[in-house]
């Protein structure tokens, strides 16, 4: 079930999740582990966590190691030099973009940091709206913090089993929980809309309430729609780029988000747009219960 080939719609006010964090952490391993940095220029001071000239001395001469994904934090290992702080934690808010480009490139507008690297490259922060962050810290405070967060819903330690059990105790709609990033981590608006249709279940129903057949078919839902959006590079909205500045391809196999009106791809009901904690649900009311 793919999309007619045509313009993508946008709608504002849709931020980065899972496989659009993944597809940008995957790009920047490949482009800049064990890259340098040399030298660092915070221009938007408000994107820093912490002293801004602190962040830019930090920096100087570090090594990457190795980036990762944790939640929806793009997360820098850095070689230690000396005692320094030794993990850069990126969080895109809505319209962050890292972008990795020749030192002849021309550089974006709204630029929040630049990273010039040892070998001629540079590693840019741009940011329109600036709700994203930048923060360097031990890998200990990080460490910490990451374990308040809830479970990676692609790792092994999410399964069918846990996933009825963390629904048991709550009585918002289904929808909002799965937003809820204390509990799964990287499951925004768009994913939650295609999880619940793709697994059949009514986004209103309560949490507490679903049966064990429709979490374990969630679940097997969630997985895939994951999946198959960072296969495709995640999903084109108005702000998202990948570390080359391309948009992501996953917004034609979209089924029911930002289809209100169209026809449903299993029955053909017109898809239903409601709005649960101010934000917009798509799905149909007939396939979904
Ligand atoms: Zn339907």
Redesign the pocket.
Same mark, same amino acid.
């Given at each position: 079930m793919v999309r007619p080939e045509n313009t993508p719609r946008q709608r504002p006010g849709e931020v980065p999740e899972l496989p659009e964090v993944e597809t940008i952490v995957r790009d920047l391993r490949r482009l800049v582990v064990g890259s340098e940095i040399s030298e660092t220029a915070v221009v938007k001071s408000d994107l820093i966590r912490g002293d801004p000239r602190a962040f830019e001395e930090s920096l100087r001469d570090r090594q990457i190691r190795n980036v990762e994904r944790r939640a929806k934090n793009i997360v820098f290992h850095l070689a230690r030099a000396g005692t320094g702080p030794d993990r850069l934690v990126i969080n895109l808010g809505m319209t962050g973009r890292v972008l990795v480009q020749a030192d002849s490139a021309a550089e974006p507008t709204h630029l929040g940091v630049r990273f010039r690297l040892a070998d001629g490259r540079r590693m840019l922060y741009q940011d329109v709206r600036r709700f994203g962050s930048l923060e360097l810290l031990p890998s200990e405070f990080w460490e910490r913090r990451s374990r308040g967060l809830g479970v990676e819903p692609l790792s092994e330690t999410f399964t069918p089993a846990l996933l009825h059990r963390l629904t048991r105790t709550s009585r918002v709609a289904i929808k909002t929980w799965l937003m809820d990033q204390r509990r799964v981590v990287g499951i925004g608006n768009i994913y939650a809309s295609e999880a619940l249709?793709r697994a059949g279940v009514s986004p209103r129903r309560a949490t507490r309430r679903l049966l064990r057949r429709q979490t374990a078919a969630l679940y097997d839902a969630i997985v895939e729609v994951l999946n198959e959006a960072i296969a495709f590079r995640g999903t084109t909205f108005l702000d998202y780029r990948d570390a080359s500045g391309e948009r992501g391809g996953f917004v034609r196999r979209l089924l029911v988000y930002d289809r209100e009106g169209e #026809? !449903? #791809?299993? !029955?053909?009901?017109p898809?239903r747009r409601i709005v649960q904690g101010g934000r917009s649900t798509f799905f149909? #009311?007939? !396939?979904?219960r």
């Open positions: 249709f #026809p !449903c #791809p299993r !029955c053909g009901s898809i149909c #009311p007939k !396939c979904q």
